[in-house]
C-alpha cells in the first residue's frame, strides 16, 4: 500500500534559521506531491505543488521543495524562517488520475523569535 | 476563489444521535469532493472520496453505514454520522476539486474542519 513518511515529528528552530523537512513516499505509479501547511486554529492551506516539469518548485511564503525521483523524495526548504512560520506541516501525495490524497504523519515546526 | 466552507466548526452531541455535517465550495464547482478525519497530533485520513450524482467510494476500514455520504450538487456534500458514539469524536475536514480541469484539477481545497464531540 502506499504510504508517505515525514520523519521530523518535531522541530524546533530559532529566527532566521533554515529549515529542511524530509518527505518520502511509496507509490509504483506517477505521483503529484504537494506540501500544505495548518497554522493554529486554521485550515489546510497549500504551500507548493509539483505534478511534472521542473523538480524545483517554489511555492508561497519563501518555500521551495525538491522532487527527487531516484529517491522518492520531496523535501520541504526555506532558507530563513519566521515566527509566522510557526504551524503543522503535512506533506501529501496522489496519484496521476486520482485527486485522493495520502498524508504524511505531518511534522510541528515551531519556531522561536 | 477557491473557498470551501463547512458547518457547523464545532458540535457537541450524544451518544445515539446522528450528526449532519456540510461541506460547500463557495465560489466553483466540485465534481469531487473528500472527507477526512484528523485525530488529535495525527495526520489526515481518507474516509472517502464522494462523486457528484452518485455513491460515495470508502477507503479501507470506514463503515459506510456509519458515514453517510451525500454530494447532491456540485457545491454541497454532507457526511451524517450516525448513531455517534464517544469513539467518533474527531476533527472532520472535508476538501474539493475544481470541476473545470486545467492546472486546477489535480489540487484540492481544504474546509476548515468540524470538531464532533460525543459524549
Known amino acids: 500500500a502506499q504510504s508517505v513518511s515525514q520523519h521530523n515529528h518535531h522541530v524546533i528552530l530559532s529566527e532566521a534559521a533554515s529549515l529542511e523537512l524530509g518527505c518520502n513516499y511509496s507509490?509504483?505509479?506517477?505521483?503529484?506531491l504537494f506540501w500544505y501547511v495548518q497554522y493554529p486554529g486554521q485550515h489546510l492551506q497549500l504551500l507548493l505543488k509539483?505534478?511534472?516539469?521542473?523538480?524545483l518548485v517554489k511555492g508561497i511564503k519563501g518555500f521551495e521543495a525538491e522532487f527527487i525521483k531516484s529517491k522518492f523524495s520531496f523535501n520541504l526548504r526555506k532558507p530563513s524562517v519566521q515566527w509566522s512560520d510557526t504551524a503543522e506541516y503535512f506533506c501529501?501525495?496522489?496519484?496521476?488520475?486520482?485527486?485522493?490524497?495520502?498524508f504524511g504523519s505531518g511534522t510541528r515546526l515551531q519556531v522561536q523569535p | 476563489g477557491a473557498v470551501v466552507s463547512q458547518h457547523p466548526s464545532r458540535v457537541i452531541c450524544k451518544s445515539g444521535t446522528s450528526v449532519k455535517i456540510e461541506c460547500r465550495s463557495l465560489?466553483?464547482?466540485?465534481?469531487?469532493m473528500f472527507w477526512y478525519r484528523q485525530f488529535p497530533k495525527k495526520s489526515l485520513m481518507l474516509m472517502a472520496t464522494?462523486?457528484?450524482?452518485?455513491?460515495?467510494?470508502?477507503e479501507q476500514g470506514v463503515e459506510k453505514d456509519k458515514f453517510l455520504i451525500n454530494h447532491a450538487s456540485l457545491t454541497l456534500s454532507t457526511l451524517t454520522v450516525t448513531s455517534a458514539h464517544p469513539e467518533d469524536s474527531s476533527f472532520y475536514i472535508c476538501?474539493?476539486?475544481?470541476?473545470?480541469?486545467?492546472?486546477?484539477?489535480?489540487?484540492?481545497?481544504f474546509g476548515p474542519g468540524t470538531r464532533l464531540t460525543v459524549l
Open positions: 476538501s474539493a476539486s475544481n470541476a473545470a480541469g486545467g492546472p486546477s484539477y489535480n489540487e484540492q481545497f
Open positions: 509539483y505534478f511534472s516539469g521542473d523538480p
Open positions: 465560489d466553483f464547482q466540485a465534481t469531487t
Open positions: 501529501a501525495v496522489s496519484l496521476t488520475g486520482r485527486r485522493a490524497l495520502t
Open positions: 464522494s462523486n457528484e450524482g452518485s455513491k460515495a467510494t470508502y
Open positions: 507509490y509504483g505509479g506517477t505521483v503529484n
